[in-house]
């Protein structure tokens, strides 16, 4: 019943979309299809997928393959603030059979500074021009965290040598919908790393409107796309977590879907890179995992076209969605547990940093991991 | 007077001054730093490899080698395995190639009045970030090397799997980018004959040649390359001639008042570096052959960097057969990292060019880190007196379209230059 509500709410918001007028004639999302040899059969295989991924019943697929079709109806602006386009990087490899990449071939990206051909006064102009005339009406996607205050010189862009933080603001002004792509973004990044030195903030900080996180370091190419296709279905905000994360991808923790968490649960670790533990898939917790730690959906969708994940390479997982997560997750290679470390905050120890991790579940998880796994274990002495 | 500006990816500020209609001199300014360095300061040494490959999304594998490398290089005994080196190199040379496609596709081909074609930009590189992601887990920002070697123990399927992006990319370059076997576009010598086969590369060259571009770009001729491995020798070129014998220590950064980047010389002089430089230092054939026709040209550049696909493919071919899955994938050091101090750097080719990284260690933490990065050397911003390599390519140009394209036959990117 709940769900047939939802069908036919989503159903009319794709109707109402569709009577808004195409941005470019030219393109059709079936003929583009058959222009790249897919089949409208791969085309709603591909469609099933992201059903799935934004945790909605089989029987909106259909829906789903509708918003897909309709993405070319909102214009989307992308800017990028300080970063290493890491995000952009991850939305470029989006899958092959390149449906994905089809779909973002076929959005109307008015802004991008790495992929669009224009650049100085034109590339400016271009920015301008989109935001007045699709005023109120366009996707702002933002990647990068933002020098702020007193520093924010420390970006500036463009012709008119505006700061980033200027340009953010005013496009976050008229924009639909405002989404922070990656943790640069959604909570500052490496760049926000202690010191801070540019004071480097979240696009959160800055505006007044609500921003919805989708933090990653960088975020699946999935998580990216599936954003898009959200507010495509849904024309409102998504459920979101206490960092402004979308449930639908940031409503577990790594450790809860991870291919390893039969081994946690049986006790079994690696202790040391390369030993028989490694090479027969051991929980990788010892070696420095923050998978207990971390909401994300990656041990799901995974990487580069679902080929792998940092776990399944046999490196733990660092808590690159969770806020600082160079700062608060200690060490890489050494567990978070209730080791001593020398952390930025003064060598206090992960319990002195941990209330500020994760959703208040961390506790839950320490007493789980005290149980299975003996810390003073870890390493053995060395010379 | 100084005409205002055309803005490269990420952002950099070029302001051209004219003289009799021409460029007589050519100002660059990087505008935004993040000041990395400062960050890594007083971090634990291990930490350095989850924040380098952040320094760029678009060459952060490189700057992940050069991390780990840099590290080990701390050590005085460390043992790697050669499976644990040949695994490295194989990424490092899957993230070159797939920049190379998407510098061509996506920069170089508007540039030239083509049309852009995003798909053919990401269709091969999607295949080479999966390349790397079988190893590493995921891309771009893998952990997967650490200090004594890999992480991920592969198994005869990851093999398969490797071969067969391998093939397809292959067959990308054959459908697409030049219309012969890629093993013999690999092997080439000769420009001329690469002129007569079909294909994106050879349209774009024959184009140079039809508008009588060829004698744009044209800068110092001097080239260097510091990143050793199976396929890359360093060295030093001027012109033809070639010095093996070089020392990071004489590369040198100095502050711009202009500018958030840094320049780099080598014994106070601006080099080139990058696949023209790699090309010149290994005296390829092929690349020989447009030097001695066009000079250090934007011919020869793009054609350096578009026939390296070809080149890595081949090696990394061979560089898979000849791997052990027997040897281990990582040796675990003998001392622990928190009980030393000692100093180290790296070098890596990445693929715009040289990467080096210098470390500093006192008990495990890092007392200091300098990262000099490609786009450093090409994009140095030097006086009248002694320029910049890039900005002296660009002189003598009638307009900023032209020097627009010449620039970027550098592929500069100022998201690491500004790290
Ligand atoms: S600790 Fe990490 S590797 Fe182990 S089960 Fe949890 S997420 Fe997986
Ligand atoms: S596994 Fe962890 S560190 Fe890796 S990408 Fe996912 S959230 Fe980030």
Redesign the pocket.
């Given at each position: 019943m709940e769900n047939k509500a939802l069908f036919e709410k989503l159903s009319s918001r794709l109707d109402e979309l569709s009577n808004l007028p195409k941005l470019d004639d030219e393109k059709s999302i079936s003929r583009l299809i058959e222009e790249k040899g897919f089949s409208r059969r791969e085309f709603m295989g591909w469609a099933g997928a992201m059903t799935s991924m934004l945790m909605l019943p089989a029987s909106f697929t259909p829906l789903v393959a509708k918003a897909a079709e309709m993405a070319d109806r909102l214009p989307l602006v992308w800017l990028h603030m300080a970063e290493c386009t890491g995000c952009s990087e991850s939305l470029l490899r989006t899958a092959t059979p390149s449906i994905d990449s089809l779909i973002f071939d076929y959005i109307s990206l008015e802004y991008h500074e790495t992929i669009m051909s224009a650049a100085g006064w034109q590339a400016e102009h271009n920015l301008e021009s989109a935001m007045e005339r699709y005023k109120g009406k366009y996707i702002l996607m933002v990647e990068g965290g933002i020098p702020h205050g007193e520093s924010d010189f420390y970006l500036t862009i463009g012709a008119h040598g505006k700061t980033g933080e200027k340009i953010a603001r005013e496009a976050s002004e008229n924009a639909a919908a405002i989404f922070a792509i990656g943790t640069c973004s959604s909570f500052g990044g490496v760049q926000a790393a202690y010191p801070n030195p540019t004071n480097a903030t979240a696009l959160s900080n800055i505006t007044n409107k609500s921003v919805i996180n989708v933090p990653g370091c960088p975020p699946s190419e999935s998580n990216i796309v599936g954003t898009l296709l959200h507010f495509i279905l849904y024309g409102t905000l998504p459920a979101l977590d206490a960092y402004n994360r979308p449930k639908w991808a940031y409503g577990l923790r790594?450790?809860d879907a991870?291919e390893?968490?039969g081994?946690?649960d049986a006790g079994e670790f690696v202790e040391q890179f390369g030993d028989d533990g490694a090479k027969n898939g051991y929980?990788?917790?010892k070696v420095g995992?923050k998978?207990?730690y971390t909401f994300n959906n990656c041990s799901k969708q995974r990487f580069n076209q679902g080929t792998s994940w940092p776990?399944q390479a046999g490196h733990?997982?660092m808590g690159c969605s969770e806020p600082d997560f160079w700062d608060k997750m200690g060490i890489v290679h050494e567990p978070l547990g209730n080791r001593l470390y020398h952390t930025v905050f003064g060598g206090l120890g992960s319990d002195a940093t941990a209330d500020k991790i994760g959703v208040g579940i961390l506790t839950v998880t320490a007493v789980g991991i005290a149980a299975h796994a003996a810390i003073s274990l870890i390493k053995k002495p060395k010379e | 007077m100084i005409k205002l500006i055309e803005k490269i990816e990420g952002e950099a500020k070029l302001n051209f001054n004219f003289k009799d209609n021409k460029i007589d001199f050519v100002d660059i300014e990087f505008m935004s730093t993040r000041n990395i360095e400062n960050i890594l300061k007083g971090k634990s040494a291990f930490d350095a490899l989850v924040i380098n490959p952040r320094v760029c999304g678009i060459c952060g594998h490189a700057h992940l080698i050069a991390t780990v490398e840099a590290l080990e290089s701390c050590y005085d005994n460390l043992q790697i395995s050669n499976k644990a080196k040949s695994l490295r190199e194989l990424t490092l040379n899957f993230e070159l190639i797939q920049n190379h496609f998407k510098w061509f596709y996506l920069t170089m081909m508007p540039l030239f009045g083509h049309k852009q074609e995003v798909l053919k930009a990401t269709y091969p590189s999607q295949l080479m970030g999966k390349a790397i992601a079988l190893f590493g887990g995921q891309y771009p920002h893998t952990s997967y090397a650490v200090v004594g070697g890999v992480v991920c123990d592969i198994t005869e399927m990851d093999i398969i799997k490797l071969q067969h992006y391998i093939e397809q990319t292959v067959k990308f370059v054959e459908d697409n980018l030049i219309k012969m076997e890629s093993e013999s576009f690999s092997t080439c010598k000769s420009v001329d004959n690469i002129l007569k086969y079909e294909g994106d590369l050879p349209d774009i060259l024959r184009q140079i040649k039809k508008e009588e571009l060829l004698a744009y770009g044209k800068s110092y001729g001097r080239f260097i390359s510091f990143g050793e491995n199976s396929y890359f020798k360093k060295g030093k070129s001027l012109k033809t001639r070639v010095n093996n014998n070089i020392f990071i220590e004489h590369a040198k950064e100095s502050e711009t008042a202009t500018s958030f980047a840094k320049n780099v010389s080598y014994k106070d002089k601006y080099y080139e570096v990058g696949p023209l430089a790699r090309a010149m230092v290994n005296k390829n054939k092929l690349i020989l052959d447009a030097h001695r026709k066009y000079g250090d040209s934007i011919f020869s550049r793009i054609l350096a960097r578009v026939s390296e696909i070809s080149q890595l493919l081949k090696h990394s071919k061979k560089l898979i057969q000849k791997l052990d899955l027997n040897e281990p994938s990582y040796i675990e050091p003998c001392i622990d990292i928190k009980q030393f101090s000692s100093s180290g750097y790296s070098a890596v080719e990445a693929a715009r060019g040289t990467l080096i990284h210098k470390v500093e260690l006192e008990n495990g933490f890092i007392k200091n880190y300098e990262i000099i990065t490609p786009t450093q050397w090409n994009l140095s911003g030097g006086t009248r007196e002694k320029q910049g390599v890039s900005q002296k390519a660009m002189i003598g140009l009638y307009d900023i379209k032209m020097a627009e394209l010449v620039f970027k036959t550098f592929d500069v990117c100022s998201v690491c230059t500004t790290h």
């Open positions: 790594i450790h991870c390893r968490r081994r946690f929980c990788l917790y995992c998978g207990p776990v733990g997982c | -």
